[in-house]
Nanobody, 124 residues
Framework: QVQLVESGGGLVQAGGSLRLSCIASGRRFSRYAMGWFRQAPGKEREFVAAVYWIGGGTYYSDSVKGRFTISRDNAKNTVYLQMNSLKPEDTAVYYC?????????????????WGQGTQVTVSS
């Protein structure tokens, strides 16, 4: 199993940027597909981005495509979410998740491990 810890959230104005980090404590990090999800108050958890195990490809929700970038550094057991051009509707708790040998999924239920979340608040 792995443990995931997110960091990098905070309060920014619209148009600003943040970079979220998720550090995994488990072994064989490179064998996990990694995803980012978010959940705003009163809403269900929403897929944001994923980086696959096979091929290292990436996948984004339409709402963040072109603004957010997911990446991973396997040597550091870390996945990142670079968020640019932030909008108030991006405000949410952001979670990272791991899926063993996954191809990258947009479904929360496909991920076995989850971090505690980090709050991102974008003011107008």
């Amino acid at each position: 199993q792995v443990q995931l810890v997110e960091s990098g959230g905070g309060l920014v104005q619209a148009g600003g940027s943040l970079r979220l980090s998720c550090i995994a404590s488990g072994r064989r990090f490179s064998r996990y597909a990694m995803g980012w999800f978010r959940q705003a108050p009163g809403k269900e958890r929403e897929f944001v981005a994923a980086v696959y195990w096979i091929g290292g490809g990436t996948y984004y929700s339409d709402s963040v495509k072109g603004r957010f970038t997911i990446s991973r550094d396997n040597a550091k057991n870390t996945v990142y979410l670079q968020m640019n051009s932030l909008k108030p509707e991006d405000t949410a708790v952001y979670y990272c998740a791991a899926d063993w040998e996954g191809a990258g999924s947009s479904r929360s239920s496909d991920y076995e491990y989850w971090g505690q979340g980090t709050q991102v608040t974008v003011s107008s």
